[in-house]
């Protein structure tokens, strides 16, 4: 259906595109010398000990505590596969899914610090938006190759 100026799946899609630049800036702006030295999973252990709810206490000791170096690169290189695969839409709605649950998993872990909560849950919900309006239907390797139904 065409709306103003672009179609449906093509608004859509500058959603995808979006939340993809928006991962990619997340890789790019961390210092990668201190985050893959642990400073990123320092600091956000740091937010976890003081956390009001003992299941993010628990499960951050339990998962990533023990693994600081390997959590440190699985963050930082699934922003990167994040951006990518939205920006070009390669397995949009796997990047998508992974998307919402990134999102999700920041927005619990900084709850008590709402400064962070517009982009998280900006993040989450534009994730949502484009997961359930299959925003791989235009301007997306997807939709070139066929990959997923439309």
Request: net charge positive; charged share 15%; aromatic share 14%.
């Amino acid at each position: 259906m065409q709306t103003i100026w672009l179609t449906e799946a093509e608004w859509f899609a500058i959603l995808r595109i979006g939340l993809g630049l928006w991962w990619l800036e997340s890789w790019r702006h961390k210092d990668k010398k201190d985050w893959f030295a642990g400073g990123g999973i320092r600091w956000a252990s740091g937010i976890a000990d003081k956390h009001r709810w003992p299941f993010v206490r628990r499960g951050f000791d339990l998962v990533v505590k023990p693994r600081p170096r390997l959590m440190a690169y699985i963050v930082a290189y699934a922003e990167l596969a994040l951006g990518l695969g939205l920006v070009v839409g390669f397995l949009t709605p796997i990047a998508l899914t992974a998307s919402l649950v990134l999102s999700l998993i920041y927005l619990v872990l900084m709850i008590h610090d709402w400064a962070e909560q517009g982009q998280n849950l900006m993040m989450a919900l534009i994730s949502a938006v484009g997961l359930f309006g299959a925003s791989w239907r235009s301007w997306a390797l997807d939709d070139t190759f066929g990959l997923f139904l439309q």
